[in-house]
DNA sequence: GGACTGCAAACTGTTGACAGTCAGGCTGTA
DNA sequence: TACAGCCTGACTGTCAACAGTTTGCAGTCC
């Protein structure tokens, strides 16, 4: 049933561009270290350079960019240091989030949990990674939005993108054996066993850390050599 | 020691423009809801819109503001359930925080922590307000900054703006009788009793958020009645 | 008197232009 | 050949202007 006269909508030239500009960087076509010359990206959007400042501003704010005085802006690098610091912010909020979401959820809530393992699962047997890592991501936001905190989904959200950024950059296919961990968080959650939901929770962060650090050590070390 | 040749810096327009705004919003002076013009902003400052506009767009990125298309940016208003929202998001990550410091910190590092708890002692003494929140505030900096977990911190920097926001719009002095509280955090934290500061952080945030609460209820009750 | 239409001022979204800065190649010199 | 200085093209930071939209107000009709 569509509304004949629902509100009209246009989405302003600064939201695109910041769209594009963060899913450029979400799958790797820019680069850590890449310098983002406005004029050629405005170029390309067919737009001026205005609104595609703004959006590099948005991402600065965010973190993803960062601005040299009179260089302008470039795709942020990260080392190992910010990874276990990202990860560990992850695994702040995502431990509060299992918490709250225990508390406050109610059954339906967590019943739709299992549908969304139930993709994770079927991904991961048809072994499509990409389809998989977004599988997991949409899995652990559900979790956070059950906890009914905007704050935390919101913050969620914002780690996700530079989460994946990682996991493109670093060529990390398979983050965790997903199906089996998860499935213990799930058990946990549908038993609204709060402790061992966090301590779940807990696990599966580390471990994802642990792997992507692997990952980014071994890069590390063979780009040094080189 | 001064070095003659320290680098030179420049502050961009951009940058003083968020101070400014984001100082007009801490202490008040532009109030939730309020219309912010960009053109008066930008004549008032001496400059031209251009970099108002992107400044507007790093607080809108933080929460602070909101943008409604093709009317411009207004300073965002907050509802009892985002203030909770957000004092459990500052419980989470301070309680994560004075975990880590505890694990990583030195013996210097956590004897720092006492002259800051003397800041506070002493502001509060004093009676001057404003003073004491900015001890308090910087106490609680300071354990996230023992927690050497940049990203902690810069998101600990972003709850402090909206939190001296909220105390300062609904006229908040005195948030938690802190003296005591913070001075059995500061043992617990000393006897590096992860446990114990855990349960204290904890104690220190909800006290300080059903404070604010009750502010904010009061308000709104006495304002939906006029 | 109340609701609706039309108008004018104010403001945003976007653009193009200009001045100043940066980076790299080139030239001349020792 | 090595190096210092110059020069040029490219790019950023900032501004001023224009088109289109919103908002408040005056006028008009029922």
Redesign the interface.
């Known amino acids: 049933m569509q509304d004949s006269f629902e509100a009209l909508?246009?989405v302003?030239l600064?939201t695109q561009a910041k769209d594009r500009i963060l899913h450029a960087i979400t799958i790797g076509e820019l680069l850590p270290g890449q310098r983002l010359v406005e004029g050629e990206i405005a170029g390309r959007l067919g737009i001026s350079r205005?609104p595609v400042?703004?959006a590099a501003?948005?991402l600065?704010?965010?973190?993803l960019l960062i601005s040299l005085?009179r260089r302008g802006f470039f795709v942020r690098k990260f080392q190992g240091?910010?990874i276990e610091?990202?990860y560990?912010?992850r695994?702040?909020?995502e431990?509060?989030a299992v918490r709250?979401a225990i508390e406050r959820a109610d059954d339906a809530g967590l019943l739709a949990l299992r549908k969304q393992h139930g993709r994770i699962v079927a991904s991961a047997q048809r072994g499509r990674e990409p389809e998989l890592i977004e599988a997991i991501v949409a899995f652990h936001r559900s979790i956070c939005a059950l906890s009914g905190?905007?704050?935390?989904i919101?913050?969620f959200d914002e780690i996700a993108i530079e989460v994946r950024q990682i996991l493109s950059v670093l060529g990390v296919a398979d983050p965790g054996r997903p199906v089996e961990v998860q499935a213990l968080l799930l058990e946990a959650l549908a038993a609204r066993d709060s402790k061992r939901a966090a301590r779940e929770m807990t696990r599966i962060v580390r471990q994802a850390r642990d792997e992507v650090m692997e990952h980014y050590r071994k890069r590390h070390s063979t780009e040094s050599a080189a």
């Open positions: 909508t246009t302003s600064v205005g400042r703004e501003r948005l600065e704010q965010r973190g005085a240091k910010e610091d990202l560990e912010l695994e702040c909020i431990v509060a709250a905190n905007g704050r935390l919101r913050l």
